[in-house]
């Protein structure tokens, strides 16, 4: 999977305020929502939040991909986003995540969404990628390293 098919420069969002889950979680919706133009930002909450009950996305090493299904959604769509400060996101090794890759999935996309979480997670074991994202200082910045490789 190439990453630039699902993400945008407009969807990378640098060092954003950490402060919890649930206002990560409202944040990034109202973003997403205001870069497609076509998605509400309460269903796309409202589904996050969802997954996000049936078990953390947190996936480790500071890193979260909260990801969902969503039936206004036309085509799969990712935000890359980098926090300025660690948030509890009840990972499995406890660690606290500033690192994260938003996933919304049209509905009836069931195999192409675990295909696509498949590879961003082999994309986020990479240790020297996640370090550079890490270090960004920019949205375009972001979008260059995410999409490099």
């Not at 973003?31 to 589904?47: C, F, K, V």
């Not at 090493?61 to 969503?70: F, Q, S």
């Not at 948030?87 to 675990?114: K, N, Q």
């Not at 972001?142 to 490099?148: D, E, H, Q, S």
Request: glycine share 6%; with cysteine; hydrophobic share 40%.
């Amino acid at each position: 999977m190439r990453i630039d098919t699902i993400l945008t420069p407009e969807r990378c969002f640098c060092k954003l305020p950490g402060v919890s889950k649930k206002r990560f979680l409202t944040t990034i919706s109202e973003r997403i929502a205001e870069q497609t133009g076509t998605l509400s930002a309460d269903h796309i909450y409202s589904a996050l939040l969802a997954r996000e009950q049936l078990g953390s996305t947190g996936i480790g090493n500071g890193i979260a991909i909260p990801h969902c299904r969503v039936a206004a959604c036309k085509s799969i769509t990712g935000a890359l986003v980098t926090l300025n400060e660690g948030i509890d996101f009840d990972a499995m090794d406890s660690r606290s995540v500033d690192l994260l890759f938003v996933l919304i999935v049209p509905a009836e996309e069931m195999a192409e969404h675990l295909k696509v979480l498949g590879s961003l997670a082999a994309l986020f074991h990479q240790e020297d990628l996640c370090r550079r994202l890490r270090q960004a200082e920019s949205a375009e910045e972001l979008y260059r390293i995410a999409t490099a490789g």
